[in-house]
T-cell receptor
């Protein structure tokens, strides 16, 4: 049973470009959350998708957008990249929206470097 | 903001020593959940434990143990007889209330030297 898979594992972009990161949730999970982890910091919540809608959002600008597909996979899009967007982007999947966080699993992340 | 504070930025111990990682959280919720995750250099967050606010029973699992005290809003994590493979960054996190996301501390980097 595959866990949470993210692609690509590493990505290098330049300022002003746009990037799309992908996440496939663990089998049976229907909720996907995205987190940004800057170097030396804890992960920070970007947003959460459930039933193909953004349900909650953290303190991130509109340059960060997402999508969830009918098969529950998700994409994170970042437009007009800034140097400060360089970070590890983590995807987490779970079953159901809100609730008790039971069976919350994280992927290995995508390391984004903005030059 | 309801923060999670891990006051220890880095800890270095020698193998076989016991080590305790501290975590203090803030919350206005009556129902919430506390977590510890381990992040090795590979980057993946490895789940260690989840506790709900109604379960203050402390737990021991092999070399790991957890001390949850609501009175002091603390959720500390102890590794007994540490090993080199325990070297990683450890994160404490809180979730619950109206939020569907986790709030993480800044992490404690544990280095276990042979």
């Amino acid at each position: 049973d595959a866990g949470v898979t993210q692609s690509p594992t590493h990505l290098i972009k330049t300022r002003g470009q746009q990037v799309t990161l992908r996440c496939s949730p663990k089998s049976g999970h229907d909720t996907v959350s995205w987190y940004q982890q800057a170097l030396g910091q804890g992960p920070q919540f970007i947003f959460q998708y459930y039933e193909e809608e953004e349900r909650q959002r953290g303190n991130f600008p509109d340059r960060f957008s997402g999508h969830q597909f009918p098969n529950y996979s998700s994409e994170l899009n970042v437009n007009a990249l800034l140097l400060g967007d360089s970070a590890l982007y983590l995807c987490a999947s779970s079953l159901g929206f809100g609730g008790s966080f039971e069976k919350l699993f994280f992927g290995s992340g995508t390391q984004l470097s903005v030059l | 903001a309801q923060k999670v504070t891990q006051a220890q930025t880095e800890i270095s111990v020698v193998e076989k020593e016991d080590v305790t990682l501290d975590c203090v959280y803030e919350t206005r919720d009556t129902t919430y959940y506390l977590f510890w995750y381990k992040q090795p250099p590979s980057g993946e967050l490895v789940f260690l434990i989840r506790r709900n606010s109604f379960d203050e029973q402390n737990e021991i699992s092999g070399r790991y143990s957890w001390n949850f005290q609501k009175s002091t809003s603390s959720f500390n994590f102890t590794i007994t007889a540490s090993q080199v493979v325990d070297s990683a960054v450890y994160f404490c996190a809180r979730g619950g209330g109206s939020q569907g996301n986790l709030i993480f501390g800044k992490g404690t980097k544990l280095s276990v030297k042979p």
